[in-house]
């Protein structure tokens, strides 16, 4: 049998396996087409960690980079504590591993198999789906593929929605705003989706959601045919029963999301103002806040090592998939002006190079984290749009690489594009390997 983790930078020591000196190889969790996802245990914390290994030629012989592509930049920005949690990216040529939050409890699916849940217990946990639903929506995210089965429990009993695969961004719309790509898992997807005419991601979301309070409530699905167009049927027209045991409130609310027409579908500010959904509802919280509050600012890796830059062993990836294959969603926190460049120079001879820039161009230093590699830069004087900030981040990629991020924070596109191309771009030139491209924000002129 071929060894799933060969040419990946394991290493092996007795009965241990090691993945990039960080990692120790546990257990088999689950596997897919192209992917398998393990158990492993983090050397420096002891945490439980579950990394899921990619097959980089499997997938773009399935043509499936793109996907994976947006998978990791939809995770890398739905920071909130009912999402699981994509912690780090490691790649070597041959493999992509993603680290992820270890859930412990298993899928909510077989709970429910077990049976219906309680109305209370069924209530707790659509709460929590609404929220992080809603968190996604707002970072401009649409799953597309909510059911039971990728809604995770931890060991606290707490929803954590999972599996970003067929998830939307905002850039997957056409000219008429809509999406059109037609997926899903029949029993939950929105009679919109099916009819292949345009659809807003965020809405159907919401339909699928209804299928779930549904098969909490109820232990079984509100369309049920054997025959998959039987089904459908159903789902054009909404023809679907209640069991006895529903509440009143609770069949108003299913009746509201499992509305025909996706303009007369609750929106989950309606939700969030209907007394049976708002009874018992914890505040919620991203992990963005819960970060920002500890260090200072918005850091993905702040929980890191303070003695290194965070790591993302990614250069051979970077240079492996420059044909076709976008690495900025990993490193980006939001849709902004930005570029990256590689360098061989250390994090803290990077560092220095940065606020020397700063200073030669009178723009004053807002903060600088040598520990986190973290530099803020800001313009004395007002522009088009208030003053320019510029926010520049070195994460180590190996002992001998690492890969720069310099974006833009507040301010205009075109006077950072200007600043960028005339200014910083020459002066660092001297440390530069080369630099991986650009994305703009042109609707921010």
Same mark, same amino acid.
């Given at each position: ?21 960080? +990692? ?77 939050? +270890? ?208 790591? +993302? ?43 020397? $820039? ?6 004053? $230093? ?13 313009? $004395? ?65």
């Amino acid at each position: 049998m071929a060894d799933p983790f060969e040419d990946s930078g394991t290493a092996v020591a007795g009965d241990r396996r090691v993945i990039f000196g960080k +990692y120790e190889m546990g257990r088999l969790l689950g596997q897919g087409m192209f992917a398998k996802v393990y158990y492993a245990r983090d050397l420096v914390t002891a945490e439980g960690v579950a990394v899921k290994v990619i097959k980089t030629e499997q997938v773009r012989k399935e043509g499936l980079m793109e996907q994976i592509t947006r998978e990791i930049a939809v995770m890398r920005l739905v920071r909130h504590r009912n999402v699981v949690q994509l912690t780090e990216v490691m790649a070597t040529k041959t493999k992509i591993f993603l680290v992820m939050e +270890y859930v412990r409890g298993g899928e909510l699916f077989a709970k429910v198999a077990k049976g219906r849940l309680k109305e209370d217990v069924a209530k707790k946990y659509f709460q929590q789906l609404i929220s992080a639903v809603d968190y996604c929506h707002s970072r401009g995210v649409s799953h597309r593929d909510l059911k039971p089965e990728n809604l995770l429990l931890d060991e606290n009993e707490d929803l954590k929605v999972s599996d970003f695969g067929l998830s939307a961004l905002p850039e997957q719309l056409r000219n008429d705003g809509m999406l059109h790509t037609q997926c899903g898992t029949p029993a939950y997807v929105a009679p919109e989706v099916l009819r292949k005419k345009g659809y807003d991601g965020a809405t159907a979301d919401l339909w699928s959601c209804g299928v779930i309070l549904y098969v909490l409530l109820a232990g079984c699905l509100p369309f049920r045919e054997d025959n998959v167009m039987h089904m459908y049927k159903k789902i054009f027209k909404a023809e679907y029963e209640f069991p006895p045991w529903f509440s009143a409130d609770a069949r108003r609310l299913i009746s509201k999301l499992l509305m025909v027409n996706p303009s007369q579908r609750i929106t989950i500010p309606a939700i969030k103002r209907i007394p049976w959904f708002s009874k018992g509802l914890k505040s919620p919280i991203s992990i963005d806040e819960i970060d920002e509050n500890r260090c200072g600012s918005e850091n993905f890796s702040c929980r890191r090592s303070k003695s290194s830059p965070p790591f +993302y062993n990614a250069f051979e990836f970077i240079s492996s998939m420059s044909t076709g294959f976008d690495l900025s969603g990993m490193f980006e926190t939001n849709r902004r002006s930005r570029s990256l460049f590689t360098s061989k120079f250390r994090a803290p001879t990077i560092m220095n190079k940065l606020e020397s $820039i700063a200073k030669k161009l009178n723009l004053k $230093i807002l903060f600088s984290n040598e520990n986190e590699y973290k530099l803020k830069m800001q313009g $004395i004087s007002e522009g088009r749009k208030g003053r320019l900030s510029v926010t520049a981040e070195v994460f180590s990629v190996a002992p001998e690489v690492a890969v720069v991020e310099i974006s833009k924070a507040a301010g205009d596109t075109l006077e950072y594009k200007r600043l960028s191309e005339e200014y910083i771009r020459p002066g660092l030139q001297d440390i530069v390997w080369s630099w991986q491209g650009e994305k703009s924000e042109d609707s921010n002129r």
